[in-house]
């Protein structure tokens, strides 16, 4: 037991009851109005909070807006909405005295309008920082067609996702940006990390879509502050606080029998001490990945279309069920001094396409934090976290029926034998603590900070013999378990400066150092083998600088290193087959990124803007799996640091809003990640498997008092490969979303995706007659209502 745990009780205690006692106050709510600056019309969807103690509040359609439950004291309220400047104002809260602030936005930017927090660790009005950020707001949140949290993150651009769903498919999925491939991209919700502690993998699940508050994604190495896995960028979730007495629920149902329910409340206990409680639970709408199809098949330079395999007996529609339990506990009283402590319950149980083949994941987590002072003076932010995850997986070979199967055909796909059992148990705690002052030496901000996580995990694995029909089919040919412990730590220092107004200068660099240690493999067959251990370091400075050459223009450009070291699945994983053999490798080092970027925001008018990023990235010594023998139909495989692979690429965003009610977007980019090195002919370097391109976005949302919201967004990718290598075709699919409120509190919604009905690869498999397509979501359409007490 990790020593956060072993500690929770006294930890609770420690932060929800510091030496004053809980004061029962009368709550105060802090009422007004949000107006457009220029004709002092409402503003409805415009977002307003307070950050200690954590309140935000959604304007109506009238323009107005509750923060409930305020202790007496003085707080800045932070103001925003898409298309206009952030404002920040001060207002006194005395206990028996009604508390109203009204505000009026200027119109400003249209694609930056946020203030962000995961650029530079503190938060910053969104225009000004040197990096390229895309955010997803609580009113795109709101009214996005998509079903879950992945899916939303599709409208950017140069976030790489697998093209299946979440929903379908395996628990553990992948996520990648500007080229860099899975597992180099730190994914943080509340400042926790979701990559799971054996291979970095993320379950999105974890992070239910009804519960965030805004999306932030920095792309881009961000090792100077958030260390290792931030070789591609960072996304970070933040989820919607909740004041005392506010509710939502949220039930839905739709296409293939898809049910989704979502309750939270906002729970008053005594004083300053809260809670928020959220219970999310999901199940159906998954389909058949298998369908008949065709693949394109060149012979002498001749494309032709050829029938794939269709599905078999074994294939059925894909089962999901997820459920989420969040319980925070919030002590807050004043904005000087705030702390939480949050159990998190998770799991989720899944049929993967055919009857045997099946993955569970279930995990409990405990998380606390705690912040101390104020930015001017001195803010002390602390966060700590300690999670169990088991994982359990049945993987199946598939066979035609040779006179076993139950119907009786010389198809393939009529029967599938057990190939892989196993069970993968992992645990991840750690700790981190950052202090920030604005003002300190001259500069805008210094940051200091540092943290720690250790993971621990294995794989145990049952290998089946599937030589089917036969003597030998379903008996236990091997068993193998390997795993192991690794040991992160690090420290950063941050600068800001603004010598001028329109110069600011970003500096950032972190030292880290990380243990691989306890590895070991046991192997019935083989024996026990126990691995040594093994130390590394790695330096990761960054520089960014922007300038505001004309009032309407600004230019920003940075140069980073950042890094990732290799995850327990890489360093200590030992597979067997009768075909292949896959050797741990506990002397891999780390992988390293070189990169910069150089970009623009223009804004000509109020209504238009366009925000572009060019980039160039080098990334060194990509541990791969690599052939290192071959004997008696025997490979012999071990991940080995031998690839670089370069990164080219741009990206463009623009906005326009020709009517206020009418606002659209557009986003494009281009990638060009080719391998550098371990390559056949130097003139033909190979693309990076699963990295599209192009991609672009288009979104386009009209609200009226009357209608409601209508948004509709068309995605379209390029051209693709598997992770084997396999091309896949380009496809485009349209989505929507329509939502009104019915009456004050109650709002009903319809969202349909891939309303075409388009069919799309998302993988491929086997060639020419034996070729075995998987498919995308097909059309699905779910109506449901929420009902809200703010």
Known sequence: MSPLLRRAPALCVALLVPAAPLVAQAPVAVRGTVTTAEHHTPLASARVAV??????AV??????????DLPTGRYELLVTALGYRPVRRTIQVVRGQPATLDVALETGSLLLSSVVTTATRTPVEANRVASTVNVLTPEQIRTTPARE???LLREIPGVELPRTSSLVGGTAQIVSIRGVDEGRTAVLFDGIPVNDAWGEWIDWGRVPMRLLDRVEVVEGGTSSLYGNGAMGGVISFYSRPLSPGAASVTVEGGSRDARHVFASAGIPIAGALTANVSGDYQSGGGYRLIGPGSTTVVTNGVASQVPSTSPGAIDQRSEIVQRNLHVRLNYAPSARLSAFVTGHGYGDNRIAGTALNYQTRDMKELNAGLDVGAYATGLLTVRAWDGRQDEHQRSTAPRANSGTCAVPSSLPRQCEDSNVVADIPSHDWGASAMWTRTNLFGLESFSVGGDYRHYNGNFDEVDFNTTCPGASCGRVTRTILSGGDQSLS??????????VATLRVELSARVDGWTNDNGRSVDAAAGTVSYPNRTRAAFSPRVGVRWQALPALSLHTAAYRAFRAPNLAELYRKQISPTQITLPNPELAPETALGREVGLDWQPAAWVQLKGTAYV?????????????????????????????????????????PIQALFVSGSASYDDARQQTNIADPDHKPHVNRVPSPKQTIRATY???LLGAWTGIWRHEGKTTTLQGV???PFSVLDANVQREIVRGVTGFVSVENITDEQYQINLSGAGTAALISYGLPR???AGVTLERR
């Open 51 to 56: 950050e200690s103690p954590a309140r935000v």
């Open 490 to 499: 690090g420290a950063f220092v941050q600068a800001i400066a603004a010598p």
């Open 703 to 705: 609200t009226s008092p």
């Open 617 to 657: 990235a080098d990334y060194y010594d990509f541990n791969v799996p690599t052939t290192i023998s071959t004997s008696g139909g025997v490979t012999t495989r071990q991940r080995l640091n031998v690839n670089a692979v370069r990164s080219r690429g741009a990206e463009a965003y623009l906005a326009v809003r």
């Open 780 to 782: 699905t359409v779910r």
């Open 149 to 151: 949290t992945q899916d």
């Open 59 to 68: 304007t109506d359609a009238a323009g107005g807006y509750v923060l409930r």
């Open 727 to 729: 091309p896949l075709e």
